[in-house]
């Protein structure tokens, strides 16, 4: 028993000093990068689309920098906890942020204090427009017999996509502000996304849903669903019958976008290194094929323009939530 | 330490003082969750439910109290000593991990837990390195998960 | 075609090793039958296509069975699927009868297995199109016939067991609200933003607490106190299947019906037949006590639902659970369009599926067998080496879930809660259903009540509806309400 005692002591005090002592930091100039292995955070799920272009990037970076990369799906809190674990990061370009859409809106909405500046960008892989999908033996043609039957009778028409001040929602309210309709118009029924939402609709329970189109890839092809109208300056390639809302007269743009950020302060030459690499990746033939038979949209746009581009999606998500009353 | 009545007496509330202070102070946090401005008017809120469980922790716990009052429901007393050191072990095990590496904590605590439960310290130790190797191959091999490093640098 | 295409070597080969692959990874706590999927894909890819489908359907299923495994001998579920193994077939095992209850287990997942798969290929479509009819509502009262079933896992004790459902819903509140997006109990913790995930919780509160309560007993983990190894007759195990064979029906069709529910999977599907076969039991207090009954039903009912999630899957594309997410979005890269069309358009393909589910069944019992060989040889290491290596494999699990920290202790503080709320007697299963079960009652209830503009009459008058509350009433007040009749007439 003696021994026994002496010799937890022992332990104690050995995983005391052995903690005290500070692990050796390797010197990051940038010039042994990468040293160890990498880890892309995955805000979302395994196996949904976010998780699915993680690991396409993930497979590539490996075989492109020799080292071992995992990705780590961090979810939870509308994305807030993947965001902030990526922020918070050791800045030493070993971990990486497969960032998303919800990167503009979140801290507009009250969920997190992160914005776009917390980071150093390093490319957008992928822009899908927002969409309006209806059943495919919906009344409504066009999406401005949607309007109509909205004037009709303000506040019947049921919508689903996301939570309650998601992302899918601050597109159909910046929509709806742009169509000239108040927010509350539609009904908004919560969901946790589209993959539900698109349960809803397919059973008949609500009347439309507003997502991406290649989040509903699969019921457009096979025929249960149709698009009414994307949100998008020009009509969105493989899904080419489907108008956008600027041909019927609305001015509206909604994007969801996914990119590669790394945290502040990264040293810039790690930086550099990284966004050559990645460039080469998403420019490949490979990765085209990839995202054309995921459906999603191919879209990159390297440092400078991936950070002109979140400054601008920044203030028009404030814009809208201020004009739909969501501000906390 | 089975010998006093006071501790006997709140042994036995304990159960009820825990669902009843726990079911209070959702209660009161519950009334503090903030609203929401778009909130719809016929959504209970996101404070409903919370305050709802609260509510009912608090007179459950309530009716434990009265049943331990009449019946004085007794629990054998317990070895709280072992229990104190193995909980204070495994607190120290995690909080050294990350700085110190999976690898060398293991070993540190399995050799000792081992041992305190009452095996050979080389046995133990040998076991150790054993589970370490095994916890190796299947996470940082096959599963892939990324173990802490720590001072040594090891692989794993 | 299948058939002569399936039965080669190079399929044969990467198909078998991926389900001792979902063994190891449903056996371990922490890694669910999503991560088996996940981490199987990138692999699949590089075979062919047949291949690569067996390797990602053969692992999901085995992953289910696996998590049973330490649920049986170590009261800590493998995967959130097992938990109801932790009542009877743990019961079983410590009166030294684990290896048979995990027998009886392996063949009632593989018939469970069987007949989901018979109901995809035979009632698809049928199922499908019922399963679009649950809204909101009706998912409500789903999670509330689930909850209630804290009562018939209290063992006697049902304010107890009612009071750890309320704690667990409580616990499933923390976190950002997924209606609103309101941060609940948060105290501004980015970490408590995401949730406390119900796995390190399920970990913690049975696994280490079992830990505790061992070493707190020196006399159970003292060196010598090995048990004799068990011997288990088949012909045991077929006869009690045989005469248990209406509770293996009933588990299956409850099984594959949740399962294709999309908003409800393989761990409500186990509990919900459980609590159907204890209601309706001759025998209803050996439950808990290690009833076969018990460990019969839930086992069959999750497996069926591994082939419930296909249904609404194939002939919706909507998958039914992550794993047929992660299968949905390998078929749409072989340009397999999911939807009505897909048992006419590719039919081949769809064959291929109910092939593979068919023999997944009866490769399951040669990698089960080989995972409950595997596992009953680390159980006859001396017990003191085995609570020691279970701390270690429920820190490193619930580590490895999110490859963080925060789990570790969330799992640590599960392990004193439910080692304190054991000692007082309050039943542990509740909580875990109100963990699995609260969000989904509260976030429908709600979605209900928006959509529904208030309207409480929808709440009990839809007909689906209307059929869960008779059902729930039928289940609760039947027996009391028969044995009254049954002495008044005596």
Redesign the interface.
């Known amino acids: 028993m003696a021994?026994?005692k002496a010799?937890?002591l022992f332990?104690?005090l050995?995983?005391?000093w052995?903690?005290a002592?500070?692990?050796?930091q390797t010197a990051s100039d940038g010039s042994d990068f990468p040293n160890?292995?990498l880890?892309i955070i995955c805000p979302w799920a395994a196996g949904g689309g976010t998780d699915r272009v993680s690991r396409f990037f993930a497979d590539q970076l490996e075989q492109a920098l020799g080292k071992?990369t995992?990705v780590?799906n961090r979810t939870g809190g509308g994305g807030a906890v993947g965001h902030s674990a990526g922020a918070t990061a050791k800045p030493d370009g070993h971990t990486l942020l497969m960032g998303t859409f919800e990167l503009s809106t979140m801290h507009g909405m009250g969920i997190s204090h992160l914005t776009h500046e917390d980071y150093e960008p390093l490319l957008q892989v992928n822009a899908d427009a927002a969409a309006i999908i209806v059943r495919s033996d919906s009344p409504w043609a066009s999406v401005g017999d949607l309007i109509e039957a909205i004037k009709a009778a303000p506040g019947q028409v049921k919508m689903s996509g996301t939570a309650?001040?998601g992302a899918w929602d601050l597109a159909r309210a910046g929509f709806q502000l742009a169509a000239g309709l108040d927010?509350k118009d539609v009904?908004?029924v919560p969901t946790e996304g589209s993959a539900p939402s698109i349960v809803e609709l397919l059973g008949g329970h609500i009347d439309a849903v507003c997502c991406s189109l290649a989040e509903a890839a699969s019921q457009i092809e096979s025929g249960q669903l149709r698009g009414l109208a994307v949100m998008a300056e020009d009509r969105v390639s493989g899904f080419d019958g489907v108008p956008t809302v600027k041909e019927a007269g609305i001015d509206w743009v909604a994007m969801g976008w996914r990119g590669l950020l790394v945290a502040k302060d990264t040293p810039a030459p790690i930086v550099t290194t990284l966004r050559e690499t990645l460039q080469t990746i998403a420019e490949s033939d490979a990765y085209l094929t990839f995202m054309k038979q995921n459906r999603f949209g191919h879209e990159v746009k390297v440092g400078e323009a991936f950070s002109d581009f979140l400054a601008a999606q920044d203030a028009q998500w404030q814009k809208v939530i201020a004009a739909?009353?969501?501000?906390? | 330490m089975s010998g006093s009545p006071l501790l006997d007496k709140l042994r036995a509330y304990?159960?009820s003082g825990?669902?009843v202070s726990?079911g209070i102070t959702?209660i009161i946090?519950?009334l503090r969750?903030?609203k929401?401005?778009?909130?719809?008017?016929?959504?209970?809120?996101?404070?409903a439910?919370?305050a709802l469980?609260?509510l009912?922790?608090t007179l459950?716990?309530l009716?434990?109290g009265l049943l331990a009052w009449r019946h004085s429901e007794t629990?054998s007393p317990?070895?709280l000593k072992?229990?104190w050191?193995?909980?204070g072990?495994?607190?120290?095990?995690?909080?050294?991990?990350?700085?110190?590496g999976?690898a060398?904590?293991?070993v540190?605590?399995?050799?000792?837990?081992?041992?305190?439960?009452?095996?050979r310290?080389w046995m133990s130790l040998l076991?150790a390195l054993g589970?370490v190797l095994l916890?190796q191959i299947?996470?940082g091999q096959?599963?892939?998960?990324?173990?802490p490093?720590?001072?040594l640098?090891l692989p794993f | 075609m299948a058939l002569t295409e399936l039965l080669t070597l190079e399929v044969l080969i990467p198909w078998l090793l991926s389900m001792i692959?979902g063994i190891?990874?449903g056996a371990?706590p922490g890694?669910t039958a999503t991560?088996a999927v996940a981490?199987i894909v990138p692999i699949s890819f590089n075979l062919p296509a047949n291949a690569g489908l067996a390797m990602i359907i053969g692992v999901s299923f085995t992953a289910i069975f696996a998590g049973d495994i330490p649920a049986t001998y170590l009261r800590i579920p493998g995967t959130p699927a097992s938990a109801s193994a932790t009542l009877d077939g743990h019961a079983l095992a410590q009166q030294n009868r684990g290896r048979f209850a995990l027998i009886l287990n392996l063949w009632c997942s593989a018939l469970g297995g069987l007949l989901g798969v018979a109901a995809l290929i035979f009632i698809a479509p049928q199922l499908a199109t019922f399963a679009l009819k649950f809204s909101n509502f009706e998912y409500f009262w789903l999670a509330i016939f689930g909850l209630s079933l804290s009562a018939v896992v209290s063992a006697g004790h049902t304010?107890?067991a009612?009071?750890a459902a309320?704690?667990g819903?409580?616990i499933s509140?923390i976190g950002i609200?997924t209606?609103?997006?309101?941060?609940?109990?948060t105290f501004d913790s980015v970490a408590l933003t995401g949730g406390i995930q119900f796995i390190p919780v399920m970990i913690g509160l049975f696994g280490l607490s079992e830990?505790?309560r061992n070493?707190?007993r020196?006399s159970d983990?003292?060196?010598d106190a090995a048990r004799p190894a068990e011997k288990v007759s088949m012909l045991e195990v077929w006869s009690t299947m045989w005469k248990r064979k209406s509770t293996i029906a009933k588990g299956a069709v409850t099984g594959t019906v949740v399962g294709a529910l999309p908003g409800a999977g393989a761990d409500i599907a186990a509990w919900a037949s459980y609590g159907i076969a204890q209601r309706t039991s001759k025998e209803p207090d050996t439950f808990g006590k290690g009833a076969l009954d018990g460990v019969v039903a839930p086992t069959s009912a999750n497996n069926a639902a591994v082939g419930g999630a296909w249904i609404p899957a194939l002939v919706f594309g909507i998958p039914g659970d992550a794993v047929t997410a992660i299968v949905l979005g390998a078929l749409m890269m072989h340009h397999i369009t999911p939807g009505p069309e897909i048992f006419t358009h590719h039919a081949d393909a769809v064959h291929s599926i109910f092939t593979i589910g068919l023999i997944t069944q009866v490769l399951l019992l040669l990698a089960g067998y080989a995972g409950i060989r595997a596992f009953g040889a680390i159980m006859r290491c001396?017990r003191?080496?085995i609570?020691?290596?279970v701390?270690?494999?429920s820190?490193?699990g619930a580590?490895?879930l999110q490859?963080r920290?925060f789990d570790?202790?969330i799992m640590?503080g599960a392990g004193?809660l439910g080692?304190?709320?054991d000692?007082?007697g309050?039943p542990l299963p509740p909580l875990i259903l109100g963990l699995i079960l609260?969000p989904l009652a509260?976030k429908k209830?709600?979605a209900g009540?928006?959509s529904?503009?208030?309207n409480l009459t929808d709440m009990f008058t839809q007909p689906i509806c209307a059929a869960l509350v008779s059902m729930l009433v039928v289940i609760f007040l039947g027996p009391p309400l028969w044995k009254i009749w049954k002495s008044s007439k005596a």
């Open positions: 021994m026994s010799l937890a332990s104690f050995q995983l005391c052995l903690t002592c500070a692990p050796p160890r292995n880890t071992p995992i780590t309650t001040g927010v009904l908004w739909a009353g969501y501000a906390k | 304990s159960l825990f669902f726990l959702a946090l519950a969750i903030p929401t401005g778009f909130q719809s008017e016929y959504d209970p809120g996101p404070a439910v919370p469980m609260g009912s922790l459950g716990g009716y434990q629990t317990l070895h072992a229990f050191i193995l909980a072990g495994l607190v120290a095990y995690a909080v050294a991990m990350p700085s110190v999976f060398l904590s293991t540190t605590l399995v050799t000792w837990m081992a041992t305190w439960l009452g095996s310290w076991f589970i916890v299947l996470f096959l599963f892939k998960v990324p173990l490093q720590g001072v640098g | 692959f190891f990874v371990t890694l991560m981490l304010v107890k009612l009071l309320a704690l819903i409580l509140t609200d209606s609103v997006g309101t941060p609940r109990f830990v505790f070493v707190l020196k983990v003292s060196p001396p003191h080496l609570m020691t290596g701390v270690i494999f820190i490193v580590y490895s490859n920290f570790v202790w640590l004193l080692f304190f709320l000692r007082h309050v609260g509260e209830l709600r009540l928006i529904s503009q208030g």
